[in-house]
């Protein structure tokens, strides 16, 4: 599912994404692990593989050399996974490791679901990038 520009954006900011998240994906640089989470959601929402493989640690358990199969893995998640709404629940700032609590609601199938993760975020070389998450009850 693509987004338009003039859409609100997946983040839930109530702005048009093309002036929200969609300046990340083109290259602007997130100032906050904030920033980079809501902009990981509204990729994920906009069927933006590149913007996740890019902004993800090398650390992450899903991290690989083969782009095709990672790419591949993040496109039948896009395709079977509509992203219903993000709820940020806590925000823990640090200089160079940051972590957002986050509710993301999902339509996956015939089936509304949601989860609750704990994102951790790493800054290297100046710049944010997801490096795990922990699911909570």
């Known amino acids: 599912m693509k987004v338009s520009g003039n859409a609100f954006c997946p983040c839930g900011s109530q702005k048009k994404f093309k002036k929200c998240c ?8 997130p100032s906050s692990a904030l920033e980079l989470m809501k902009s990981r959601y509204s990729a994920y929402a906009a069927s933006n593989s590149d913007y996740i493989i890019n902004t993800t640690h090398r650390d992450n358990k899903d991290y690989t050399t083969d782009i095709n199969s990672w790419k591949k893995q993040i ?48 800054k290297v070389n100046n710049m944010w990038l997801y490096h795990s998450g922990e699911f909570i009850q």
Do not use: Y
Request: glycine residues 8%; charged residues 30%; without cysteine.
């Open 22 to 29: 969609r300046v990340f994906h083109e290259g602007e640089s």
């Open 75 to 122: 496109h039948d998640f896009f395709n079977h996974t509509e992203f219903k709404g993000l709820e940020i629940l806590e925000f823990i700032d640090g200089d160079n490791e940051a972590f957002v609590t986050f509710k993301a609601v999902l339509f996956q199938g015939a089936i509304d679901t949601s989860f609750i993760e704990k994102s951790k975020f790493v």
